[in-house]
């Protein structure tokens, strides 16, 4: 198979995200796939085996859910990618597809929790700031049980439907929210809140009509680890365990053990952790990445797993195949390295991947990940791996700001945005030159989302450092990004700011890439998004004129979906674009090595 042919068949290998099963029907579940060529919900009855493909629209469809009784499956129906749109349910047999109430009022979603006696708990952002309401059924109209000019968000509801958990950031900090408990007329029952740096996110309700503790994860000791609280009895109950790295968890059907998820160096791994004894169990999985985990009711844990070289499966602890969608499956990739590079705030953790058949120095692609509080780890991306095949070697940066290393390291953009996460990105720069692998001067900055803004101010504060970028997506001016972008992500703008461009005016100034355009050298590549609410249009096409004003060297790719795409197709189109740049950039188009 050509490497054209090897990277796009990755993209189109079918794929499926770990089914999420009913709690009190568990032979039902709802998943994920792209089997149509478009990421759509599917439904498994497995107690039949047998699955159906549930929505069908022309951008796909990102968000789904199934109620406790497994009766009903709801999904969210945006336009063209906007993010902004209305529930939709419909019968977990199939039947008419209707909204999920005639009175819920479109906006942007911020969490959906359902119970098993019919209620749900929705959350909702507009211009107006955020709501929570509660609709209990069709004849009546949902109630407003919370509301706040600052971020809010569903983080769960107990089965019984008498208690309803929410993240909030009254105290004006989103990235660190606290936890509130609301009975469904709004009453306050009880608050988690730690202080200034000290987040609370809701994981679940225990998995009982009876037991009404929650699952959450605190940040006392500078990292996430779960904690067990009764809001009824004010009870906390701390889960403190003797391993690195970051930890996450859920319930086991019982609610008398946890499923802990261990991050550590980019890669995760399961342990069972009993309630009653306190012994933490390992449970067998490759090395790689667990992107989700989940219990059965029997005790087996299934999971969704992959690795850098290895394709996505559907596993189990018992070590089997779980489910797999019918069609080709993507060939493998080549797996990575890790390096560890002093930087000026640390020692950073980067992921290299390289052709099969390096020429050294090779041309190279820093390709940085977005959030920025997010992690590349050593899981299968199909961009990544066309990449390598396309004769290029990919550093990833695990810059200050990412997930998976504490608290602290995440936390450490406050005050220079932007310039500290490229302080990082400069020190692994600087040592790939330096060790011999890459080539100085054909060296791309690429990204998406956050990674996309960051190749942009990469490109106007070190202009001499990169022979292109590639910018996906980007925030190009945060100041006007704020004034069109969601309400939650003004929210999480004034956390990592301090303020409002109103209020910090010099700070959004200084971190955005208009502001350093004029020293822009290299030639670059934008992708956009026509109906993005994250990364809005208006203010990369301001960018744009400025450097068509200059008569720089650059190229722009405009699409009619949001932030991203989930279109199969579309993705092989732009992925095909990015490479065509970088080669002509770097002179692979040239007969440089690796044929393409």
């Known amino acids: 198979m050509k490497a054209e042919e090897r990277w796009q068949a990755r993209f189109r290998a079918a794929r499926m995200t770990l089914p999420i099963w009913a709690r009190l029907a568990p032979a039902r579940a709802v998943y994920r796939c792209n089997i149509s060529g478009t990421w759509e919900i599917h439904a498994w009855d497995r107690s039949v085996g047998s699955s159906r493909q549930v929505t069908s629209r022309p951008r796909g469809t990102s968000h789904a859910a199934i109620d406790p009784t497994g009766q009903w499956i709801w999904w ?21 597809e209707v909204p999920a109430h005639p009175d819920l009022a479109p906006g942007h979603p911020t969490g959906l929790a359902l119970s098993a006696t019919g209620t749900a708990a929705v959350g909702r952002s507009s211009r107006h700031g955020f709501q929570v309401l509660l609709a209990r059924s069709l004849s009546e109209k949902p109630a407003v049980i919370y509301e706040s000019r600052e971020f809010a968000q569903v983080a769960g509801m107990s089965l019984d439907g008498s208690l309803i958990a929410i ?13 509130r408990v609301l009975r469904p007329d709004g009453r306050v029952v009880a608050d988690l809140h730690d202080g200034p740096g000290k987040g609370f996110s809701g994981v679940r309700f225990a998995p009982s009509v009876t037991d009404r503790r929650i699952l959450a994860l605190h940040e006392r000791r500078g990292r996430r680890e779960p904690l067990i609280w009764d809001p009824m009895t004010g009870e906390q109950r701390e889960i403190w365990l003797r391993v690195p790295g970051e930890i996450t968890a859920d319930w086991y059907h019982d609610g008398r053990a946890l499923l802990i998820g261990h991050n550590n160096r980019a ?11 306190g012994d ?37 602890s018992g070590d089997h195949v779980v489910m797999n969608q019918s069609g080709p499956s993507a060939p493998p990739s080549v797996p990575l390295e890790d390096v ?9 953790h980067a992921l290299v991947s390289r052709p099969e058949t390096p020429a050294t120095p090779n041309p190279t692609v820093f390709l940085l990940h977005g959030g920025p509080a997010a992690q590349d780890d050593d899981s299968f991306l199909p961009n990544v791996a066309a990449w390598v095949d396309a004769g290029f ?15 602290a390291w995440r936390d450490a953009l406050r005050g220079d945005v932007g310039h500290i996460e490229l302080a990082d990105v400069a020190a692994v720069r600087d040592w790939a030159v330096e060790q011999g692998g890459a080539d100085p001067d054909r060296l791309i900055l690429a990204g ?43 929210a999480y703008h004034r956390a990592l700011f301090g303020g409002s461009p109103q209020e910090v005016p010099e700070r959004y100034a200084s971190s955005s890439p208009i502001t350093y355009l004029d020293a822009v050298e290299a ?74």
């Open 340 to 348: 560890f590079v002093e930087g000026p705030g640390g020692r950073i």
């Open 393 to 407: 070697t990919v550093v990833r940066v695990n810059y200050r700001g990412s997930t998976g290393y504490g608290s």
């Open 267 to 277: 890669r995760t791994e399961l342990f069972r952790y009993d309630l009653g004894g």
């Open 76 to 96: 969210f129906a945006d336009t063209y990618g906007d993010e902004y749109g209305i529930w939709m349910r419909q019968p977990f047999g199939g039947g008419d």
């Open 448 to 490: 998406a989302s956050w990674g996309g803004y960051l190749t942009l101010l990469g490109l106007g504060t070190m202009p001499d450092k990169w022979a292109a970028g590639i910018a996906a997506v980007p925030i190009a001016d945060h100041a006007a990004t704020y004034r069109d972008e969601t309400e939650g992500l003004r």
């Open 523 to 596: 030639p670059l590549l934008v992708l956009a998004g026509e109906n993005d609410p994250r990364s809005p249009i208006g203010q990369i096409e301001k960018y744009l004129t400025r450097l068509e004003e200059r008569k720089h060297d650059f190229e722009v790719y405009r699409y009619n979906a949001g932030h991203g795409t989930l279109v199969i197709e579309e993705r092989i189109k732009q992925m095909t674009i990015q490479v065509d740049f970088a080669r002509k950039h770097t002179g692979l188009d040239k007969g440089g090595s690796a044929p393409f």
């Open 167 to 179: 993240s909030h950031s009254e105290h004006g900090d989103s990235r660190h929210p606290a936890l």
């Open 280 to 316: 933490l169990t390992p449970i067998r999985t490759p090395h790689g990445v667990i992107h989700d985990a989940l219990p059965r009711p029997d005790g087996v844990v299934e999971y969704s797993w992959s690795s850098a070289a290895h394709p996505p499966v559907i596993r189990s």
